[in-house]
């Protein structure tokens, strides 16, 4: 469990019920975790501006701003972790939670030990980096034409131009610049982006589609993440005009070339 002293900050819990929100806070200081509270989703921003959390417990129907509005917020200028703690629970509502930017999904009624347990690997996923999901060592800035990924700053351009991912698109997205053209199957995907958290199929390719719609990929012609179908996806080969930039041969050998 990452300790006190390495969190970056405290976890918000956002609740507008009293009960569950001191639930939630018995359980995770137990466990060494400072706690901050807002019982509705304008407290909730107010308290991300000034606090900078380490981790956000959200509920989605809040009063004064509604979850979604402050997921939709916060995901604007923070790859801040996120896990949504709501009574909305069915397959539409998780997924519609996960591609807005969440970092895991727990239903109510929930088991507050289950709830600690998924806080703190979804810390420790966040802090440790994505190598261990494709088998590459830890690189602090990864490159593909222009688009540039720095892993210790969590920033991502695309020709000089700096593009705001959610936290599961920036994992996604370094996962398939670690494999190195390595096509990744949707389950390789969902465990580099959720770890072992249950998600659905579905939400990969929501994620996905909107990480091309923010780099400005196409996925007819793709410059950054291609579909292999009946697959999964990898990252797309570079055009042979693109210049002074590694490029891997996609050949079975793996080779790695550079332009002139």
């Known amino acids: 469990m990452p300790s006190m002293n390495r969190l970056a900050g ?14 939630v806070r ?12 807002a019982p509705d989703g304008r407290a909730a921003l107010a308290a991300i501006a000034l606090e900078e959390p380490a981790l956000v417990v959200l509920d989605l129907m809040l009063p004064e ?22 009574a909305r629970g069915t397959p539409s509502d998780r997924i519609e939670g996960l591609a807005g930017g969440a970092d895991d999904y727990v239903p109510k009624p929930f088991s507050p030990a289950e709830l600690v347990l998924r ?11 994505f190598g261990a999901a494709t088998g590459q060592p830890d690189r602090p800035v990864l ?8 892993r210790e700053r969590h920033e991502v351009t695309v020709g000089g131009q700096p593009v705001a ?23 390789q995907l969902m465990d ?10 579905r939400t990969i390719d929501v994620h996905v589609r ?9 996925a007819g012609r793709p410059r950054f993440v291609a579909t292999v179908r009946g697959a999964g996806y990898r990252l797309a080969p570079l055009a042979a005009d693109e210049p002074g930039v590694e490029r891997w041969s996609g050949g079975a050998s793996g080779r790695r070339t550079r332009t002139p």
């Open 10 to 23: 405290p976890i918000l819990v956002v609740d507008d019920d009293p009960k569950i929100v001191r639930l």
């Open 26 to 37: 018995t359980y995770l200081e137990r466990e060494g975790f400072p706690v901050i509270e």
């Open 65 to 86: 701003v509604d979850g979604l509005s402050v997921l939709h917020a916060l995901r604007r200028r923070s790859s801040t972790p996120v896990i949504v703690l709501s």
């Open 119 to 129: 806080v703190k690997r979804v810390l420790e996923r966040t802090a440790t980096g």
């Open 143 to 150: 490159r593909h034409a222009d688009l540039s990924v720095d």
């Open 165 to 187: 991912l959610t936290a599961a698109e920036f994992r996604l997205l370094v996962a398939l610049l670690e494999a190195q053209g390595r096509v990744l199957s949707r389950d």
């Open 192 to 201: 580099a982006v959720h770890g072992d958290d249950a998600v659905l199929d």
């Open 210 to 218: 909107r990480l091309r719609d923010k780099l400005g990929d196409d």
